[in-house]
Nanobody, 124 residues
Framework: QVQLVESGGGLVQAGGSLRLSCIDS????????MGWFRQAPGKEREFVAT????????YYLDSVKGRFTASRDNAKNTVYLQMNSLKPEDTAVYYC?????????????????WGQGTQVTVSS
């Protein structure tokens, strides 16, 4: 059974960095592209980043390009989101998600499994 668990969130000042991790504790994911999404209070959940199963391709929300980097270590069943130069508008609950395909996607509906989320708060 797929069980995604995020960690690494917290409170950071603007300009700071955080690295989020998402582990598949069920160790069942094989051939799955992964995505990172976020949801701020009162807003829809939005796409942030996605990475193919092999890790060779990544895609990002325009506002995080050059600041965020998605990566993965399939041997450790873990996906990462390195977030640098954080801004107050990055404040949200961040979720990782897995889909039944090795192809990356920015669409929420393409993802079958979701973690519980981790809070990221960026102070000005």
């Amino acid at each position: 059974q797929v069980q995604l668990v995020e960690s690494g969130g917290g409170l950071v000042q603007a300009g700071g960095s955080l690295r989020l991790s998402c582990i598949d504790s069920g160790r069942t994911l094989r051939g799955n592209a992964m995505g990172w999404f976020r949801q701020a209070p009162g807003k829809e959940r939005e796409f942030v980043a996605t990475i193919t199963w092999g890790g060779s391709s990544t895609y990002y929300l325009d506002s995080v390009k050059g600041r965020f980097t998605a990566s993965r270590d399939n041997a450790k069943n873990t996906v990462y989101l390195q977030m640098n130069s954080l801004k107050p508008e990055d404040t949200a609950v961040y979720y990782c998600a897995a889909r039944h395909s090795p192809v990356a996607s920015s669409k929420k509906a393409d993802y079958a499994y979701w973690g519980q989320g981790t809070q990221v708060t960026v102070s000005s």
